[in-house]
């Protein structure tokens, strides 16, 4: 009867050993799994209570991760130090099953009091094993006497043994699926940052294109407009219709700066501004802002001087075009500023580097000018000293703005010194590179250096807009040159085919076939026809448009609108 006994338990433990070996080959709960040892080897040696008990390597104790049939209180808790103070601690550092058969006689050690709360009295202790550490200890408690034999340690033993690799088997399924997880959510980052950056690329494109459109349909009406207010000036007109003119030229030109400061703001917002570089002398510079700036004063009562430092009649590299956009920019402000004085120009290198000189550029004048606390928030975008604007009716907000962003794209500096009623003086310096000096200072003045005589050209014309053709046919024939004129690239190309021409004009934007393209086809047509000429006509002053146009074959691009007295200059040099 014993033995029968003693056959069933045996058959009873392998068959829990077995079934929670197959449970732990598919699990991936790790507590769920935890949570079904204890059951299962409680049950196994017929008692309603077992604890898994966790190592913690810092703490170096042993803390009640599971607890069957114990008060939900007890989780959570230390149960001991491990060390041998403890049965707990024995078994752990021991590797040696502890059993304490009947706590409540003298066992020599200090049992929380949780178990006489729980009525245990008999306990074991069993090792789990673990890869780089033991992972624990499990214990079997019983609120009746056991006395533990042979079979049940080696049954505790085994099951502990299959639990450590079943551990460990979820802890790698732990860590494949926190690496999985990991490989996910980079994947989905960089498919997110793929994603973004391409809804990026997608919007400046957008804004490229639109900025492309925007110039176009704004420049080249203004082109027709400026062109046919200089023609009708030259022509006989009576007192009241000079004034006319006049009016129209002024507002005409004002509507060109704001359009310019509005296409440079959205190309400074795009990050499209791009620097160039080219040799120049300041002296010549400034002698052609000098005349520029009388030009605009006309007849009021203001001087207008410039003293540049004898030392400066080096060339430089530096990007021209800005640099004197930055000082007309300073300098209309200066002339819409004061009524009555002068406005002076300063220039002097502030410091001297190998190869590079600091430049500094200083426009002063007698105007009104601005109060303290308004001088770093002017050179803000659509940022306006208020108070002036009723007086001098300032244009976009804009160029003060643009200035700084090209200055800083100078790695240069800008600002101003000025009280409300003493004037202004506003400033920047830049670096520029110094390539070599000339052995005679230049005057600062402004002559017309053109010395090229005229000839009669045969011109092929293409430009889509009727106005903006008419105005070039009319210009180009008062030079005293034979037009043939058409609407689009492919015409071009066509007209280009059967005859040669001395210079062809394209316009780049154009319906059917654009400049570009046709400028392409017909430099591969034969020496004999064609043109060793072409020039573009262009109102977008994007640099990829303009490197296109150059890759094409296209020698020189104008853009619209353009200046008469410009074209006539070119038309002398082919």
């Known amino acids: 009867m014993i033995a029968d006994i003693a056959i069933e338990k045996l058959r009873r433990q392998q068959k829990a050993i077995a079934d929670f070996g197959s449970l732990a ?17 409680a049950l196994g040696l017929g008692t309603r209570y077992a604890k898994i008990c966790r190592y913690r390597p810092i703490e170096n104790d042993l803390l009640i991760e599971i607890g069957y049939g114990w008060h939900p209180g007890v989780i959570g808790h230390v149960i001991s130090k491990a060390d041998e103070s403890s049965p707990q601690g024995r078994a752990f550092t021991t590797g040696i099953p502890a059993i304490c058969e009947d706590i409540r006689e003298d066992t020599g050690f200090i049992l929380p009091s949780f178990y006489s709360d729980h009525g245990i009295i008999s306990t074991i202790d069993i090792l789990i094993p673990g890869t780089e550490h033991p992972y624990g200890v499990m214990e079997i408690d ?5 006395r533990f034999d042979q079979q049940d340690i080696i049954y505790l033993t085994g099951f502990a043994n299959v639990l450590a690799e079943a551990i460990a088997a979820a802890k790698q399924r732990e860590s494949a699926n926190r690496f999985l997880q990991n490989e996910i959510l980079l994947k989905e980052k960089a498919i997110k940052s793929q994603l973004e950056a391409e809804l990026a690329q997608r919007s400046v494109k957008q804004r490229n294109t639109f900025i492309a459109t925007m110039s176009h349909e704004l420049r080249t009406p203004l082109n027709a407009i400026v062109g046919f207010i200089n023609l009708l000036s030259k022509t006989t007109l009576s007192y009241d219709q000079i004034n006319y003119i006049s009016i129209l030229k002024n507002n005409a030109d004002h509507l060109r700066s704001i359009i310019n400061d509005i296409l440079d703001f959205a190309r400074i917002e795009a990050g499209k501004v791009t620097l160039s570089k080219e040799p120049f002398s300041i002296r010549e510079f400034i002698g052609e802002v000098l005349m520029t700036t009388r030009a605009l004063i006309a007849d009021r009562p203001i001087s207008v001087d410039a003293h540049v430092d004898d030392e400066l009649f080096s060339i430089y590299y530096g990007d021209l075009i800005r640099i004197r956009q930055i000082m007309l920019n300073i300098l209309g402000n200066a002339v819409k500023f004061t009524k009555n004085g002068s406005i002076t120009i300063r220039v002097k290198a502030s410091s001297k580097l190998i190869g590079t000189h600091i430049i500094r550029f200083e426009v002063q004048d007698t105007g009104i000018g ?23 009716g300032l244009g976009s907000g804009l160029g003060l703005a643009i200035s700084r962003a090209i200055v800083h794209l100078m790695d240069g500096e800008i600002g101003l010194q000025s009280q409300p009623g003493e004037g202004s003086v506003f400033w920047f310096e830049i670096p520029l590179e110094e390539t070599a000096s000339l052995s005679t200072p230049v005057p600062v003045t402004n002559t017309d250096k053109s010395t090229y005589k005229s000839r009669k050209l045969n011109i092929l014309l293409a430009e889509d807009s009727e106005p903006s053709r008419m105005l070039l046919e009319i210009i180009l024939q008062n030079l005293g040159h034979d037009i043939v004129a058409c609407e689009n690239g492919a015409e071009a190309v066509k ?4 005859r040669r021409f001395d210079l062809i004009i394209l316009d780049l934007q154009m319906p059917i076939m654009g400049g570009i393209q046709a400028a392409k086809i017909i ?39 353009f200046d008469e007295d410009e074209l006539e200059a070119i038309l002398k040099r082919i």
């Open 25 to 41: 080959l598919h699990e991936k709960d790790l507590v769920f799994l935890l949570n079904e040892a204890a059951r299962v080897c």
């Open 142 to 146: 019983s609120d009746i006497l056991i």
């Open 370 to 392: 601005i109060a303290p606390d308004l001088h770093d928030s002017i050179f803000n975008f659509y940022e306006r000293a208020e108070a002036n604007d009723q007086e001098t």
């Open 495 to 498: 007209a280009a085919s059967m």
């Open 523 to 561: 430099r591969t047509l034969n020496e004999s026809v064609g043109s060793k000429n072409i020039i573009a006509l262009t109102a977008s002053s994007i640099p990829e448009t303009q490197k296109e146009a150059t890759d094409a074959g296209i020698d020189l691009i104008i853009t619209k609108p």
